[in-house]
Nanobody, 115 residues
Framework: QVQLEESGGGLVQAGGSLRLSCAAS????????MAWYRQAPGKQRELVAVIGKGGTTNYADSVKGRFTISRDNAKNTVYLQMNLLKPEDTAVYSC?????????WGQGTQVTVSS
């Protein structure tokens, strides 16, 4: 059973920045696409960003130009740099992936953006 552990959330004012981290266990991290999702209160979980094993990225329209997903295969970690945060970015952010990580989630990290 693989494990995913998110960190880096917090309370920030609108326009501020946060960097989330997701540490993954397992030996196949470098060969697996990873993703960040978020879930706001009363809303469905939504896909925020994806990074392929080769580093290609895709983003939800709502975060394009503000968020950047990256990975460090030596550390088995995927990051989400969030800039120009808005109150509507408030949510619990979680990471997951494909392959052995599919269907596995960490506990999530809370991001709260005040106006």
């Amino acid at each position: 059973q693989v494990q995913l552990e998110e960190s880096g959330g917090g309370l920030v004012q609108a326009g501020g920045s946060l960097r989330l981290s997701c540490a993954a266990s397992g030996s196949s991290f470098r060969d697996t696409a990873m993703a960040w999702y978020r879930q706001a209160p009363g809303k469905q979980r939504e896909l925020v960003a994806v990074i392929g094993k080769g580093g290609t990225t895709n983003y939800a329209d709502s975060v394009k130009g503000r968020f950047t997903i990256s990975r460090d295969n030596a550390k088995n970690t995927v990051y989400l740099q969030m800039n120009l945060l808005k109150p509507e970015d408030t949510a619990v952010y979680s990471c997951t992936g494909w392959g052995v990580y599919y269907g596995n989630w960490g506990q999530g990290t809370q991001v709260t953006v005040s106006s």
